[in-house]
């Protein structure tokens, strides 16, 4: 009996036929439970759409309100393998080089035009550019010299400086330049460098950067440097900088700041 009476206390808490109770509350009840939290979370999502709406008039379509960046800017390399920071090849071994000739050929169709023409987006002065291009007539265009010099020994590097938005990288007019060297114990086996343009400098008219929204066609200008007689059959260490007077050399923060370091190794023999 005991059994059979706790099966109808249950029954009836689930469900009262006499006071027509659902889980112990009546419809009205369940209603107005039901429109209060419609109501309640009905609130909070206007409110978190409010602080939403609030928060991007601040923002800046062009400029971020805060940049962690390191004002120092970063420094990269192509053709580079991998992850890593080293180009090793044999001359005598067409495999060995031709996907560093590949890969940069795919990195400079990807700035529109696999001859490095540079279209500088104009911001300041729109007059003073006249959106003209500027060829680079050198052996690292991958025209004249389709394999960048690899198939000599004479290999061709491409050097990319990280944009920052906002960054002037000189002043009093004087451009910012790159300048490479090889580590204090490769000293004698970097050989000769040639840098396109001259002096590797990147021109003042691609700066300031103002980002992708205000300067949609943008593109980084790009410094090449070929070494003409380096050592071969011996690891050469070298360490490219961006050289500027407003622009300070190495961070706190990242002691790799505005260089880039790789190894350069050139095989004659199989």
Not at 103 to 132: G, H, Q, V
Not at 244 to 258: L, Y
Request: hydrophobic share 35%; glycine share 6%; net charge positive.
């Amino acid at each position: 009996m005991a059994k059979d009476g706790e099966k109808g206390g249950w029954k009836e808490y689930i469900w009262n036929p006499r006071t027509r109770e659902f889980l112990g509350r009546t419809a009205s009840s369940w209603g107005l439970i039901f429109l209060f939290y419609v109501a309640f979370y009905t609130f909070l999502a206007g409110l978190f759409v409010l602080t939403m709406y609030v928060m991007l008039q601040t923002l800046d379509d062009h400029t971020p309100t805060r940049q962690d960046r390191l004002t120092t800017p970063g420094m990269v390399i192509r053709p580079k393998a991998d992850e890593t920071f080293e180009i090793v090849y044999s001359i005598q071994k067409t495999e060995s080089w031709d996907m560093y000739a590949q890969a940069l050929d795919k990195f400079l169709a990807r700035k529109s035009d696999p001859i490095m023409r540079i279209k500088p987006t104009p911001i300041l002065s729109p007059s003073a550019y006249n959106n003209t291009y500027f060829l680079q007539e050198d052996k690292c265009s991958g025209i004249n010299d389709r394999y960048y010099g690899y198939q000599e020994g004479k290999p061709c590097i491409i050097i990319k400086m990280n944009r920052v938005i906002g960054m002037f990288p000189g002043k009093d007019g004087q451009a910012p330049f790159v300048t490479c060297a090889a580590k204090r114990e490769d000293t004698e086996k970097i050989g000769e460098l040639r840098y396109f343009p001259p002096n590797g400098t990147f021109n003042l008219m691609y700066y300031p950067y103002y980002g992708k929204k205000a300067q949609v066609n943008y593109s980084q200008p790009l410094v090449a440097v070929k070494f003409l007689n380096i050592t071969t059959n011996e690891d050469v260490n070298i360490e490219c900088k961006i050289n500027s007077n407003n622009i300070p050399t190495g961070h706190e923060r990242d002691k790799f700041a505005g260089k880039v370091s790789f190894k350069l190794r050139i095989n004659t023999n199989n």
